[in-house]
């Protein structure tokens, strides 16, 4: 059945996660404050609207897709922000990466107004959202989960229901953390693997069948030609951005100090990532990497 869908945030995630909701049969109104990515949205069938409260007019479920903890409370709980123009019984979705103490202040805020609220962050890339294979980690009440499981399905390969307020987040901070330090060390072995002499596709082939392999292996491989998917390809445009990856390690070192857990690989792939930062490679895919290791960038 069809549901009256916002969607907040029409980034490099949020546009094709919209996407597949309208593919599946949803009326979907997007708004970003960008308007590059408005008029990329319109393009993918989105429809757009000029401001957030104007997208959240009538809507059944509001998505939000925006960088950090910050940016989601400022959009739903700002004086004139979308939940003081949201209509009654409308469900809140917030599927950024965000840290778990804004994600349960915002389970009190949302729910303190009236409206149900789940925290519901994503794993699977660009690649996932464009596929709809992503994996949904959904914290809250399960209830809240079977009223919008109809649409998550349109955009997601699993989903899991992770818990209580926050737990979503948790199982995100936890997941991306294992991602980050795999792709060091995945930039690490490609370069290596290149300067031994051997032959890329080869040995991708042989460690994406070998003890080697992981999912950042597998998807952002990153020497051009070998993966479709990896931003290599693409001169690290678009993707996951080196700045939202080292949102994320920040987030999990601070969970780390929070639960007297001593992280020294996240902590050093985390000083891989200011320095990649500070030499203007922010905005880049975090599988540009690679040219730290292979003296592109000079460290
Ligand atoms: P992005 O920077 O491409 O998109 C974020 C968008 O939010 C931008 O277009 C920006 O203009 C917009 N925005 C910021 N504040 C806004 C506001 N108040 N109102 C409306 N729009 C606003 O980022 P992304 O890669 O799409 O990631 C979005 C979230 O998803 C982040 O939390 C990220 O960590 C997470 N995530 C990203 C990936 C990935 O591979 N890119 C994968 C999983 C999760």
Known sequence: FQMKVAWIGLGNMGTPMAANLVAAGHQVT?????????DHAAEQNV????SAAEAVKDVDVVFTMLPAGKHVKSALADAGGILDHLPAGALVVD???????TARELHEIVTGRGFPFLDAPVSGGVSGA?????????GGPEENLEKVRPLIEAMAGRIFHTGGPGSGQAAKCANN?????NMAGLAEGAV???RLGLDPKVFYDLASVSSGESWALRTWYPVAGVVETAAVNRDFEGGFAVNLMRK?????LEAGESTDTDLPVATMVSTFLDQMIELGWGGKDTASLVRLVDGTITR
């Open 30 to 38: 997007g708004f970003d404050l960008s308007e590059a990515a408005r």
């Open 47 to 50: 429809g757009v609207a000029t």
């Open 95 to 101: 599927s950024s990466t965000i840290d778990i103490t």
């Open 130 to 138: 464009q596929a709809g294979t992503l994996t949904f980690m959904v």
């Open 177 to 181: 953390m294992m991602l980050a330090v």
């Open 192 to 194: 290596l693997a290149e």
């Open 248 to 252: 994320d390690l920040g987030l999990a």
